[in-house]
């Protein structure tokens, strides 16, 4: 799963929501939040988390990104 929050922590997107059996792909963002309206321009923090199969450990990871327009 991929989720984008905005710097006080408010969730702006789910851009993945815990799809099964995917193991490489390409994440894309149109500057949009879940309600359609256009993100204020600045930094958000992506957090991609990823559940392993054969342990069931989930990774997480926190990447951080910037909006520019």
Do not use: F, H
């Not at 969730?11 to 309206?37: F, H, M, Q, Y």
């Amino acid at each position: 799963s991929a989720y984008l929050y905005s710097q006080d922590g408010r969730k702006v997107r789910t851009l993945s929501d815990e799809t099964p059996g995917i193991s490489n792909g390409t994440l894309r963002w149109d500057g949009t939040a879940d309600d359609g309206s256009k993100a204020p321009a600045g930094p958000y923090v992506l957090l991609v988390s990823c559940k392993m199969d054969r342990t069931g450990d989930v990774i997480q990871d926190k990447v951080i990104i910037v909006l520019a327009k």
